[in-house]
C-alpha cells in the first residue's frame, strides 16, 4: 500500500466517525504520534534516564491515578 493510500484510509476513517469522543481520541493519539517524532533525543541530558525511577517512585507514594480516577476526570472535563 502506498503512502497516499495509506492516507486516503485515514481520511475515510476520520470521516467515517459520528462520536464526538472518538474524534477527540483520534486527535489526541495522532497529536502525540506527530510530537513525538519531531522529539530528538539528546544523549547528554540526564532526565529521560531518571524519569523511569520518578515514576516509580510516584507508584510507591501512590501519586497516581486508576482508569476510573481518569475516566471520571474525562467525563467531568467533557461536561464543562
Do not use: C, F
Not at 13 to 37: F, P, Y
Amino acid at each position: 500500500m502506498t503512502t497516499n493510500e495509506l492516507k486516503q484510509d485515514i481520511h475515510q476513517w476520520v470521516d467515517s466517525v459520528q462520536n464526538d469522543v472518538t474524534i477527540v481520541d483520534l486527535h489526541t493519539a495522532v497529536a502525540l504520534i506527530i510530537e513525538q517524532q519531531d522529539m530528538p533525543l539528546n544523549e547528554n541530558d540526564p532526565e529521560p534516564r531518571e524519569r523511569p525511577g520518578q515514576v516509580t517512585g510516584q507508584i510507591e507514594r501512590g501519586e497516581y491515578l486508576t482508569n476510573e480516577a481518569m475516566k471520571q476526570q474525562v467525563q467531568q472535563w467533557l461536561a464543562k
